[in-house]
C-alpha cells in the first residue's frame, strides 16, 4: 500500500466547530469487541455516510437533531432558469461562509485499514473529499464531489473555487447586499437562505467557461441516478470483499442500502456502526451503537493483520 498522500484541500467544509474526542464506555469497546471478532481475518469493504463527517464539524441530513430540510432536486434544477439562478444565488453565498473543514479520526482510521492491506475499498456517500484529505486512495465517491462543478451540455468539469471567483466577478456586490440582508439558514451542501428575493432574481448564473453550457455541482442531487459505472465499480468491491463494515449511514436512500442487501444476500457479514436505527439493520450481523469515529479508531488499532495468503488489491486510475 502506498505512503499517506497530502490532502488535497478545498474539499470538506462545515458550519460547526469539529467536535472534540469522547472516549468510547466499556460496554461500547465490549461490542466492538465482538465486532472484531466477526470482521478479524477477512478484508473489509467499507461504507461511509454523512454521520463520519459530523466530527468533522459538517452536519448530518439525518442524524439526530438535524434540522429538517427539502433540498433543490434534480428535476427542479434542470427545469427552468428561475430554478438553477435561486440554487446557485443560494450556493454562491452559503459557498462564502462555510469554513474548510478537516478530517477527523474516523477518516484517519479507514486510511489506516486501507495502509495495513484490510480493505478491498472504500465506497462513501459523502460529497465532502474527507477520506482524500485523510489519505484514503481506493475510493469510489458514490455521490460525486463537492469540489467539483460539470457542464451538463459537454461534460466538461472545472473546480468549485474556479466557478466561484467567476461569480464573484459577474455580480460585483451581491455577497454583501446578501449578507445585509439576512442569512437565515446554512446547509451543510453550502445551501443559504435569503430573505431578499429581489436579490435572487437579480443574481446572473455563470455558464460553462468553454462551450457556454449549463454549470451543475459535480454530486448527485436528490431524484438522480449515480451513474452505473461508479454503482458497478462499488458493487465490485463488496464482491471481493469477505465482510462488509458499515459507518455512519443511516441507509435511507436505496443507493448505499443496495451494497448491504448485496453483501447479505451473498452470505458476506455486515457489522454496521451507527447511533440510531438505520434501514440495514435486519441484514446487519452486529450494530454497534456507538460515536462512529471512536469505534473506527479502535477497529483500525485492535484488527489482526491478514495472512500472507490473502490476495493484494489494485487500485484502479482516475
Known sequence: ????????????????????????????????????????GRRLAVLTGAGLSTDSGIPDYRGPGAAPRNPMTYQEFIASPASRRRYWARNHLGWSHLRHADPNAGHAAVALLEQRGLMTGLITQNV????????????????GRYDRVICLDKGHRFTRQLVASILEEINPGFLEAAQASGVVEMAPDADASVEDPELIRSFVVAVCPVCGGTLKPDFVYFGESVPKDRVQRAYSMVDEAGALLVAGSSLTVMSGLRFVRHAAKGGKPVVIINRGHTRGDEFADLKVEAGVSGALAWLAAELPDLGPSAKPISVPVD
Open 1 to 40: 500500500m502506498s505512503a499517506q498522500r497530502p490532502g488535497i484541500g478545498m474539499t470538506g467544509f462545515a458550519i460547526l466547530p469539529p467536535a472534540p474526542a469522547v472516549e468510547l464506555d466499556a460496554e461500547e469497546v465490549a461490542v466492538l469487541r465482538k465486532a472484531a471478532g466477526i470482521l478479524g
Open 128 to 143: 465532502d473529499r474527507l477520506h482524500e484529505d485523510a489519505g484514503s486512495i481506493n475510493v469510489v465517491d458514490l455521490h
